[in-house]
């Protein structure tokens, strides 16, 4: 760490360098997503830009993961070695990058499921999927599909006596639409009135602006991931170059 690196701040200074207010900082302070600051004799805060980096980073991290995880990544980060925590941020561009995946997928379900109500082929024999495959597809459990199942969301065909779960071509699509509706933060009564209207023409139209702005919404949350890359840097490197307080 050079010596500009090692001037004391303020919280009132660290607070206008990153854009939180001086409480925000001390809360995140307290909750792990920065180090905690030196303290002088007479009992005041002193921190480094290395903090304001880590508050950068939290800030971008937080919009591309949400404020939960984001918390645990950043504290878990300034202890991990560089290879790990260099992995770990890696794991949240790949989460991303499949989560647009699967909302591009439900986009191509979805004009699937318009094409058959036209009276167009969807389904072809030996396109299937077990419960475990299809949950690993969507990156759920099989008990959400399960649950699914219940709430009448996705209707898989049961074979064996074992009631053993495969799902068609149509049950998969179906399946699409409502993990990407449930990344979306609908909840299971709105899902199934969604589901409900695939239908009606209007259904589609108003789900398709749905996965639209999911598509959106994951691009913009991949940029602020992007913009938060040098700040990241400078967290996982920071414990190199030693003791931030």
Partial sequence: MNGAERVPLRTADVARESGYSVQQVRDLERLGVIPPAARSANGYRSYTPVHVRALRAYRGLARAVGPVVARQMLAELRTQPLTTAAAAIS??????????????????????????????????????????????????????????????????????????????????GAARIVAALRGSGYGIPAVRDIMGSLHRLDGVEDTERILRRRLEQIAARTVALLRAGADLAAVVTSTEDGPTG
């Fill in 91 to 172: 794991d949240a561009h790949v989460r991303l990058a499949r989560e647009r995946d699967e909302a591009l997928r439900a986009q191509e379900a979805l004009r699937a499921i318009r094409t058959e109500a036209k009276g167009g082929d969807f389904a072809h024999e030996g396109d299937a999927m077990t419960i475990t495959e299809l949950a690993g597809a969507l990156g759920v459990r099989p008990s959400a599909l399960r649950f699914w199942e219940q709430e009448g969301l996705v209707v898989p065909d049961r074979v064996t006596s074992l009631r053993a779960r495969r799902y068609g071509l149509s049950a998969i």
